[in-house]
């Protein structure tokens, strides 16, 4: 089993960054790419960005292009993102999530993922 782990969010105001990490602990598998997503009140969880095991694959959602920013460190099991810039629409709560694939890989649907964390608030205050 693999335990995914965020932290990192709180209150900030409009044009203000937050760093979220993900920890990934448990059976970690030899590689597995990583998301972000997050759940706005009232809505859908949806994607925000991906990563593969190398980090030389990423992609964001249009509403994240330009404004955040993936990254790991997989010597730490650590993943990050990075948010710069950030709106009130931002405000929701953020999830990671992994899943084994090959390294150069990259997972968009929240549906192709097997671990999921708990979750982190991000509030942003106009």
């Known amino acids: 089993q693999v335990k995914m782990v965020e932290s990192g969010g709180g209150l900030v105001q409009a044009g203000g960054s937050l760093s979220l990490s993900c920890a990934a602990s448990?059976?970690?598998?030899?590689?597995?790419?990583v998301g972000w997503f997050r759940r706005a009140p009232g809505k859908e969880r949806e994607f925000v960005a991906a990563i593969s095991w190398s980090g030389g694959h990423t992609y964001y959602a249009e509403s994240a292009k330009g404004r955040f920013a993936i990254s790991r460190d997989n010597a730490k099991n650590m993943i990050y993102l990075q948010m710069n810039s950030l709106k009130p629409e931002d405000t929701a709560v953020y999830y990671c999530a992994a899943r084994e694939i090959e390294p150069t890989t990259l997972v968009v649907t929240e549906y192709e993922y097997d671990y999921w964390g708990q979750g982190t608030q991000v509030t942003v205050s106009s």
């Open positions: 448990g059976r970690i598998f030899s590689s597995y790419a």
